[in-house]
T-cell receptor
Framework: GNSVTQMEGPVTLSEEAFLTINCTYTATGYPSLFWYVQYPGEGLQLLLKATKADDKGSNKGFEATYRKETTSFHLEKGSVQVSDSAVYFCALGFNDYKLSFGAGTTVTVRA | GAGVSQSPSNKVTEKGKDVELRCDPISGHTALYWYRQSLGQGLEFLIYFQGNSAPDKSGLPSDRFSAERTGGSVSTLTIQRTQQEDSAVYLC???????????FGPGTRLTVL
C-alpha cells in the first residue's frame, strides 16, 4: 500500500535557523506529493505540492523537490520565523485523491 | 470566498449515543473527503465523495460509521453507538477540478465519555 514516513519531532529551532523535515514515501505508481501545515488552533492548509519527478514546490519561503530516485520530498526553509511554528504533514495522493499522510512533525521556533 | 465549514466545532457525547457531523464544502467543489485525526493513528482517510456518490468508503472503520452527501454539496458523517475510541478530530476537505489541492475545514472535535 501507499505510505509516508516523515521525520519525528518535535523540532525546536531558533529564529533564522535552517529547517529541514525529511519525508520519504512508498507508493505503487507515481503519486503527487504534498506538504500541509497546521498552525496552532487552525485547520490544515496546503503549503506546497509537486506532481511529477524533479518538480519543486515552493511557498512562503519553503521548498521541496520531488525526488523519484530516492522516493523523497524533504521540506526546507532557509531562515525560519516564530510564525513558522506549526505541525507539518507530508502526504501523497493520486490525482489529488485519498491522501495518505505522514505522522506530522511539530516545529517550534524560538525568538 | 468562504472556505470549508464544519459543525459543530466541538461535540461531547456519552458512549452509546449517535452523533452527526456536518461539512459544508467550498461552493462548486465536486469532490469531498472525510478524514480523522487522532493521537494514536494520525490522519486517516475515511471516505470520498464525487458528487453525491461515494466511490471509496474503504477508510470507514466499522459499520457504525456512515456518510451521505446531498445535492452535491453538504455532507453528514454519522457515527452510531459511539465508543471511546471514536474520540478524535474529524476533518472534512473539498476539491474542485484541476490540481488545486484539497481544502480542509477546521474540524469537529468529538469526545466520547
Amino acid at each position: 500500500g501507499n505510505s509516508v514516513t516523515q521525520m519525528e519531532g518535535p523540532v525546536t529551532l531558533s529564529e533564522e535557523a535552517f529547517l529541514t523535515i525529511n519525508c520519504t514515501y512508498t507508493a505503487t505508481g507515481y503519486p503527487s506529493l504534498f506538504w500541509y501545515v497546521q498552525y496552532p488552533g487552525e485547520g490544515l492548509q496546503l503549503l506546497l505540492k509537486a506532481t511529477k519527478a524533479d518538480d519543486k514546490g515552493s511557498n512562503k519561503g519553503f521548498e521541496a523537490t520531488y525526488r523519484k530516485e530516492t522516493t523523497s520530498f524533504h521540506l526546507e526553509k532557509g531562515s525560519v520565523q516564530v510564525s513558522d511554528s506549526a505541525v507539518y504533514f507530508c502526504a501523497l495522493g493520486f490525482n489529488d485523491y485519498k491522501l495518505s499522510f505522514g505522522a506530522g512533525t511539530t516545529v517550534t521556533v524560538r525568538a | 470566498g468562504a472556505g470549508v465549514s464544519q459543525s459543530p466545532s466541538n461535540k461531547v457525547t456519552e458512549k452509546g449515543k449517535d452523533v452527526e457531523l456536518r461539512c459544508d464544502p467550498i461552493s462548486g467543489h465536486t469532490a469531498l473527503y472525510w478524514y480523522r485525526q487522532s493521537l494514536g493513528q494520525g490522519l486517516e482517510f475515511l471516505i470520498y465523495f464525487q458528487g453525491n456518490s461515494a466511490p471509496d468508503k474503504s477508510g470507514l472503520p466499522s459499520d457504525r460509521f456512515s456518510a451521505e452527501r446531498t445535492g452535491g454539496s453538504v455532507s453528514t458523517l454519522t457515527i452510531q453507538r459511539t465508543q471511546q475510541e471514536d474520540s478524535a478530530v474529524y476533518l472534512c476537505a473539498s476539491r474542485g477540478t484541476g490540481q488545486g489541492g484539497q481544502y480542509f475545514g477546521p474540524g469537529t472535535r468529538l469526545t466520547v465519555l
